[in-house]
């Protein structure tokens, strides 16, 4: 169990510091700008109260801020991301519940619930934080083509990272 | 009291979530200057349309009274327009750098240290920030900020306004300020000691700042006096403007405004 919390607390630092001065640098087009930090409440344990997925989720948000010196944009998106989590596992819930011990992860439940799981998350932060970004609604159109492909993009680095650190063991 | 107390319980990440949103969406706002332009903006709007049908509430009420104002006032200007003697209006004629656009005030304060108002004309008028701001008796103040239909404006009685002005009848020119106390009162300083003054004379603009035309009336000496020791006179300058009756003013746009700033510009950059 110990091992367990290191092992989250270290992905909390890896995944601000890659976010911040790997992924905040590239701009793909000038559209897709991937965030992958909510890998880390993605991967938070089944166990935990909702009220303490919602604060560790803005505290990573913040954090991020932090560094990028945009205090609050990710904290707000990474927040209503974090509180809606406990809905969405609900809402794609298997039959019998989730079993005890597991995690959500590839490799306790299969591919399509994991897709299905981080996809709605991750739309639900990148809409909350392009349309903070942008703050207006005279370019919907940009802005929600810009949701659509970095939350494909952030997909896509979260389900890789899933199939590189977590699909060979049943540990987190 | 108990039922609120379960309430809470019951419902503490729902309000833990709210109370983390408001505070990030606050932050988010006072941290980052294009969001922040943006809501400020919005805000501007917002509060410009309450003010707005608060005032055509109130305008309404006042129709009898209004209308009695305005052929006061049109009585006057035809008077004027006779006579030639107004400086407002021989301004206007005889040089035609100066475009007059009439607004109303819906919202004043007069009793703060930093007072504003705002008329109901804005950037889709052509209203920019800089531009003077008369009406019929005097000066009123200085454009600060526009939104699309609503202007904010610093008026004389704000501390933050400075206003080049000149002793009518002697030329002299000084600087005038408002201390935050009385708004029927500026202090006119910068004026030298050996200057012959009476009480009663009139204060009017220098027309050096670009902003006001040269003349507009700021108001009458009424009191003045020296300190042991300095070379300038305190003087204070009861306004002729009476803010907390205003209601049509005239927005002044400067056409050789931009000139005028562009030269004041070299002679800074030659120094």
């Known amino acids: 169990m110990s091992n367990n919390i290191f092992s989250h607390i270290i992905r909390f630092f890896v995944l601000i510091l890659l976010q911040v001065y790997v992924l905040n640098n590239i701009l793909f087009f000038n559209i897709i700008n991937p965030y992958v930090y909510i890998y880390f409440i993605l991967l938070l344990p089944f166990e935990l109260p909702p009220v303490l997925i919602t604060f560790l989720s803005f505290l990573i948000g913040i954090s991020v801020d932090f560094f990028a010196g945009t205090i609050a944009i990710n904290a707000f ?30 490799a306790f439940y299969n591919i399509n619930w994991w897709i299905k799981y981080a996809m709605f998350i991750t739309l639900i932060h990148h809409s909350v934080l392009f349309f903070t970004e942008t703050f207006h609604f005279h370019a919907v159109l940009y802005t929600i083509a810009k949701i659509i492909v970095s939350s494909a993009l952030s997909l896509i680095l979260m389900i890789l990272m899933q199939y590189f650190f977590h699909k060979s063991s049943k540990k987190l | 009291m108990r039922t609120i107390l379960k309430f809470i319980i019951k419902q503490h990440n729902l309000l833990f979530f709210l109370l983390i949103a408001i505070f990030c969406f606050v932050l988010t706002i006072r941290n980052n200057d294009y969001q922040k332009a943006v809501s400020v903006k919005f805000m501007d709007e ?17 129709t009898i009274n209004e209308n009695k104002k305005l052929a006061n006032e049109n009585a006057l200007l035809r008077k004027m327009l006779l006579n030639k003697k107004d400086s407002l209006q021989t301004i206007i004629q005889t040089t035609n750098n100066f475009d ?11 009793f703060k240290a930093n007072n504003y108002l705002i008329i109901n004309k804005g950037s889709n008028d052509s209203l920019k920030p800089d531009m003077a701001v008369i009406c019929p008796e005097g000066v009123v103040g200085i454009i600060k900020s526009t939104s699309p239909h609503f ?28 201390d935050g106390t009385n708004s029927s009162i500026v202090n006119l300083s910068d004026i030298p000691y050996h200057v012959k003054l009476h009480m009663g004379d009139t204060v009017i603009t220098s027309g050096f700042s670009a902003i006001f035309p040269e003349g507009i009336t700021i108001g009458t000496i009424s009191h003045f006096d020296y300190s042991e020791g300095s070379d300038f006179y ?38």
């Open chain 2, 46 to 62: 917002l509060t410009g349309n309450v003010h707005n049908s608060y005032y055509s509430f109130i305008q309404y009420i006042n």
């Open chain 2, 100 to 110: 007059l656009i009439v607004a109303n005030v819906i919202y004043a304060s007069v």
């Open chain 2, 151 to 178: 202007s904010t404006v610093i008026p004389l009685i704000n501390t933050n306004a400075h206003i080049s002005a000149r002793i009518k009848t002697n030329k002299y020119f000084g600087t005038t300020t408002w």
């Open chain 1, 77 to 106: 998106a990474s927040t209503i991301a974090g509180y809606m989590r406990p809905f969405i596992l609900k809402l794609f819930s298997p039959h019998d519940g989730y079993e005890k011990n597991s995690a959500p992860t590839i």
């Open chain 2, 234 to 271: 305190n003087i204070e300058v009861k306004i002729s403007t009476q803010f907390s009756k205003l209601d049509y003013v005239y927005v002044v746009k400067n056409k050789l405004q931009n000139e005028l700033k562009e030269i004041q510009k070299t002679i800074n950059n030659v120094q």
